[in-house]
């Protein structure tokens, strides 16, 4: 198993605002949108570099992606910046309608996904944004793993024509990727090559799955670890590639299982290479107040969950 | 002016008989109020917008315009064509099978003119807000025009973007409210009263004004005098009172041809009342 090791913990959320910064200056088009939360989505550098290129919407979510899309007539590349839950379930038709089936530049940026929000409750953990992105057609979805990545994939999808989901978190977490990565958007990453199972993690589990990936190798499993931080467009190729060298998966993600990351594998996997599946997701539920850490423990999204679940996967492909 | 009222007027009647054939050939889509418009679509686009039929969907050093209720597709497609964004005999095509005339406004097919979608009603107005805003950003001086319906203003979207205008000073904006009175199931009084809309609008700060959107002279003089109006802190509000199927008598005063088609008959005693001034397509 490849040493992964960390110096500090960060949230994703700062690597947004790092890379909404670093997108500014290099691009006089991009813009910036905020409903009310420019403090929890870290947009405060980049409005003190570039106070003309931010508009404060107010708590008005449809109207801040109707104003993104409008903005791109003229050239701009807006980026929107709420919380998850209010970057696509509130506004799913405005998306739909005024920015996918309009093919408008917009990047939806979306911080506090999943449980990891942590002690507000359901009423703002999505765990279904993931679903409701992918299901629109021209939509690039891409839930990054790190604060470096998060800042990346900022940078990256400045670049990239088209609508974006850009998926991250609350909570500080390791920083484990490289802080000079060139962030290519549908390109998984290989984080460790292995050969018994292939765990493919996105997100907040990507550092979850490398913990896991240390313990099953203490246990003679050797573990095939992929981190897909573009859900969609799915890079097929890896996936397959990886599976057909293991024989057996394990999906694991910060979202329902309905909808999510595991899906899209499933699919996949269904028509190319029909291959034992293990889902550490959440099981169809709302989540509830807590902190992160209890959260994703409650909701089976642990180390020992991913371990557990790479075992149970084995030994069906193994009958 | 580039054309007198009553060129202006003749073209209207040109567009009235395109709405009416097209919903005809394909027995479906939305007569009522695109008639009723057909004086304001002729109006923007032969006479008052600064616009080039060479489309790019930037549209930067031109006026740019949002439908929002989106619907009325047929008088925006008959007032595009004719003005030369495409040929008019692809009006033909409307609502049918690979083409890009859809059932509601898109840009998905390609058509030139069209800007962003339309059809979930309420949307328009923010789409309007952040071309405005993208034009002050680029320092150009053209103008942000969009049309609404009356019935379309109960979404709420709409009263965020209301709302956000004013406080920002978007001073490029022109935006138009197809006052008929109407909606789907029935006049908006008895669905849901939208009350005293311009002092709606005034209290959110909006600078209202009023025209009667089937005098084509009315609505010539209110857009130009909107104009005027524009870089002074405010959006302007163009309260238009119109009426659904205005131009054909039997589909007028009447939420009942809202989204209806004539049968041949019907087409017949339309076009009898709409005389012929550009060739039908």
């Known amino acids: ?319 | 002016m580039k054309h007198t009222i009553k060129e202006l007027e003749d073209i209207a009647s040109q567009v009235r008989r395109d709405i009416v054939r097209m919903v005809h050939g394909c027995q479906s889509g939305h007569p009522g109020g695109s008639l009723g418009c057909a004086d304001f679509f002729t109006a923007l686009y032969f006479e008052v917008m600064n616009h080039s039929t060479d489309f790019t969907m930037d549209g930067k050093g031109e006026d740019l315009f949002f439908l929002s209720n989106g619907h009325i597709s047929p008088v925006f497609y008959s007032v595009l064509a004719r003005s030369g964004y495409f040929d008019v005999s692809e009006l033909a095509t409307f609502r049918k099978l690979n083409s890009r005339l859809q059932g509601h406004p898109t840009t998905h097919e390609g058509l030139p003119g069209i800007r962003i979608a339309s059809g979930s009603l309420g949307q328009g107005m923010s789409v309007a807000i952040g071309a405005a805003l993208a034009k002050k950003l680029n320092k150009d001086h053209s103008v942000v025009y969009s049309l609404h319906g009356d019935g379309e203003l109960q979404e709420g979207q709409n009263w965020e973007a209301i709302m956000y205008a004013p406080f920002n000073k978007v001073d490029n904006l022109i935006s138009s409210v197809d006052y008929n009175g109407q909606q789907i199931d029935g006049p908006t009084e008895k669905v849901l009263s939208l009350e005293n809309l311009q002092a709606k609008f005034e209290a959110f700060g909006w600078h209202v004004i009023n025209s009667d959107g089937n005098d084509m002279d009315s609505i010539v003089k209110a857009l130009h005098y909107a104009k005027s109006l524009l870089g002074k802190g405010k959006p302007i509000l163009n309260l238009m009172s119109t009426q659904m199927g205005a131009g054909v008598d039997f589909m007028m005063g009447s939420h009942k041809w809202h989204g209806v088609a004539p049968n041949d008959e019907q087409l017949a005693l339309a076009l009898a009342q709409l005389p012929s001034t550009l060739k039908d397509y």
């Open chain 1, 1 to 319: 198993m490849k040493k992964y090791t960390y110096t500090e913990k960060k949230d994703t959320r700062s690597g947004f605002g790092a890379g909404l910064l670093e997108a500014g200056k290099k691009n006089p088009e991009v813009v910036a949108l905020c409903a009310d939360l420019v403090g929890s989505l870290k947009m405060d550098a980049f409005i003190k570099e570039f106070p003309e290129r931010f508009f404060q919407i107010g708590i008005a979510e449809a109207n801040m992606i109707g104003i993104a899309a409008g903005l791109t007539i003229g050239g701009k590349i807006p980026f929107t910046g709420t919380f998850a839950n209010f970057s696509t379930g509130r506004v799913y038709d405005q998306i739909r309608q005024s920015v996918a089936y309009s093919d408008k530049n917009v990047k939806i940026c979306a911080s506090h996904a999943g449980l990891t929000l942590g002690e507000d409750g359901a009423t703002h953990q999505i765990l279904e944004d993931i679903g409701l992105m992918k299901m629109l057609p021209g939509m690039t979805v891409i839930n990054p793993c790190d604060y470096n990545q998060t800042k990346a994939a900022t940078i990256a999808i400045a670049e990239h024509h088209g609508p974006v989901y850009l998926r991250f978190g609350r909570p500080v977490i390791p920083v484990f990727t490289d802080p000079d990565q060139k962030f290519e958007i549908g390109k998984a990453w290989m984080v460790n090559e292995g050969t018994d199972v292939t765990i493919i993690a996105t997100g907040h589990m990507v550092w979850k799955a490398i913990e896991a990936g240390e313990k099953l190798a203490e246990m003679g499993i050797d573990a095939e670890i992929i981190n897909i931080h573009t859900i969609k467009p799915l890079d097929e190729a890896a996936v397959l590639k990886s599976v057909k060298k293991t024989g057996c998966v394990v999906t694991c993600e910060e979202h329902n299982k309905f909808g999510g990351l595991g899906e899209s594998i499933a699919r996949l996997l269904s028509t190319e290479l029909p291959s034992p599946q293990e889902f550490v997701a959440v099981n169809d539920s709302f989540g509830e107040s807590g902190t992160p850490d209890q959260l994703m423990t409650k909701y089976g999204l642990d180390s020992i969950n991913i371990i557990e679940a790479a075992q149970k996967v084995i030994k069906r492909a193994k009958k």
